[in-house]
């Protein structure tokens, strides 16, 4: 028997991670990425510059 290619949990389908084969997109060359923050949860977006303390990230949403 194969693997399954998606599965649904309260009513919500999640399809198998290693079925999408697109790569994320660039904005003038920012690189996409998740942050996961102390302060402030994990946010996802487009790197604009970062330290070892501060990252500036464009175009950013908020994961709850």
């Known amino acids: 028997?194969?693997?399954?290619?998606?599965?649904?949990i309260d009513d919500v389908?999640?399809?198998?991670?290693d079925s999408i084969n697109q790569?994320?997109?660039?904005m003038n060359g920012l690189?996409?990425?998740i942050v996961r923050s102390k302060d402030h949860g994990v946010i996802a977006g487009y790197i604009e510059c970062y330290t070892?303390?501060?990252?500036?990230?464009?175009?950013?949403?908020r994961m709850l």
């Open 52 to 61: 070892d303390r501060q990252v500036v990230v464009l175009n950013s949403r």
């Open 13 to 17: 389908k999640y399809v198998r991670a």
């Open 31 to 33: 690189e996409y990425a």
């Open 23 to 26: 790569p994320a997109r660039t």
């Open 1 to 8: 028997m194969g693997k399954p290619e998606t599965m649904m």
